[in-house]
C-alpha cells in the first residue's frame, strides 16, 4: 500500500508514518519546514519518500502527489494530518492568524483530497476471486476484477465538535473538516473511496505541549479516565481504519471526553 501522510516530521504524522512502514507500507513523509525531522523519520522506513510542501500552496501539493504516483504508481491512503494552532480569544485574533490557521487546517485538506482524488479515482486494484466451489487441479482457474479504492483519513479535533474557549479559528478549522469529510464521503463512495474523520485526542506533541495550562488541566476535567491520548495508539486505530472496506463518512473520537 501507498501511503502519503501530511506533517509526518513530528507529532501524530510522524507516529502514523512508523505505523505504515512497519506494515509494510510505502510511505511519502511530508513536512512544511522541518526537513532534516522528516529525513530521520523517513530514514527508519524501509519504504520512504521525503517532501516540503506548504499545504496551502496547490501547485506544489499537485507536484508532490505527481511525484509519488511517479515513483510507485498509486496512492492508496491519504491522512490529512498536518496542522497548526493559535490560541487567543475571538476579539484578540487577528485575521491574518485565522486565515493562517484556516489556510493550512482546512483549505489544506482540501488541496490534498483535490491533488490525490484523481489518481484514487482512476487507479484500479485487481482482486483476485476464486472459483466458487473451489475446482479440481486443472479446471477454470481464478479470475480477477477490477475495483477502484481509496482511503482518506481527515484529522479533525474534540474542539471541532464541541468548541474551547481561546481556539475559534482552530474550532471553525477542525469544524470545517468534518463537513468536508461528510460531504466529500458521499461524493467519493461510488469510486469505493473511504473518507473518514479521526479526533485523536489531546497529545503531548509539540502542539499540546506549547497550548496554554488551562487547556491542558481542561481536558484531563474532561477527560473519564484522566488521561492524555497517545499518538501511538491513535497511529494504530488510524492504520487500522485505512484497511478496512465499507467504512465511510464516519467521526471516530479516541478518547474519553464525551461528545
Ligand atoms: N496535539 C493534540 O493534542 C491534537 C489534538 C487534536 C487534534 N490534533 C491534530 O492532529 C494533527 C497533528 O497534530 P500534532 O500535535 O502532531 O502537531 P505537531 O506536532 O505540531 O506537527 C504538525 C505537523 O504539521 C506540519 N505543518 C505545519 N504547518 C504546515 C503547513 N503550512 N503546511 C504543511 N504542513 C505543515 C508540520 O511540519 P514541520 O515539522 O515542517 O513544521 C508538522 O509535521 C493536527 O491536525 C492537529 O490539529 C492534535
Known amino acids: 500500500m501507498v501511503c502519503l501522510i501530511t506533517g ?3 507529532g501524530l504524522g510522524k507516529a502514523v508514518a512508523f505505523a505504515c512502514g512497519q506494515r509494510g507500507h510505502r510511505v511519502a513523509v511530508h513536512c512544511k519546514d522541518r526537513i532534516s525531522d522528516a529525513k530521520n523519520v523517513a530514514a527508519q522506513i524501509k519504504d520512504s519518500l521525503i517532501f516540503k510542501a506548504d499545504a496551502r500552496d496547490f501547485k506544489e501539493i499537485k507536484s508532490l502527489v505527481a511525484e509519488v504516483v511517479k515513483k510507485w504508481g498509486r496512492i492508496d491512503v491519504l491522512v490529512n494530518n498536518a496542522g497548526i494552532t493559535k490560541e487567543a480569544l475571538l476579539l484578540r485574533t ?3 492568524d485565522f486565515d493562517e490557521v484556516i489556510g493550512i ?3 489544506g485538506a482540501f ?4 491533488a490525490v482524488a484523481p489518481y484514487m479515482m482512476n487507479q484500479e486494484i485487481k482482486k483476485i476471486i476464486p472459483p466458487h466451489p473451489p475446482l479440481a487441479k486443472g479446471g477454470r482457474g481464478d479470475y480477477q476484477i477490477k475495483q477502484r479504492s481509496g482511503h482518506i483519513i481527515n484529522i479533525s479535533s474534540f474542539a471541532g465538535v464541541k468548541g474551547k474557549a481561546g481556539l475559534s479559528a482552530y474550532s471553525a478549522s477542525k469544524a470545517g473538516l468534518i463537513g468536508l469529510t461528510l460531504t466529500t464521503a458521499k461524493e467519493f463512495s461510488r469510486y469505493n473511496i473511504m473518507v473518514n474523520a479521526v479526533l485523536p485526542g ?3 506533541t509539540d502542539m499540546g505541549e506549547d497550548s496554554s495550562d488551562t487547556a491542558k488541566e481542561k481536558t484531563l476535567e474532561e477527560s ?10 491513535a497511529a494504530e486505530f488510524i492504520c487500522n481504519l485505512s484497511e478496512t472496506t465499507g467504512i465511510t463518512g464516519q467521526v471516530f473520537n479516541l478518547d474519553s471526553r464525551i461528545l
Do not use: A, G, H, Q
Open 224 to 233: 473519564l479516565v484522566k488521561n492524555f491520548s497517545n499518538p501511538d495508539l
Open 202 to 204: 489531546y497529545m503531548l
Open 94 to 96: 487577528s485575521e491574518k
Open 111 to 114: 488541496n490534498f483530497i483535490r
Open 105 to 107: 487546517n482546512l483549505k
Open 8 to 10: 509526518s516530521s513530528r
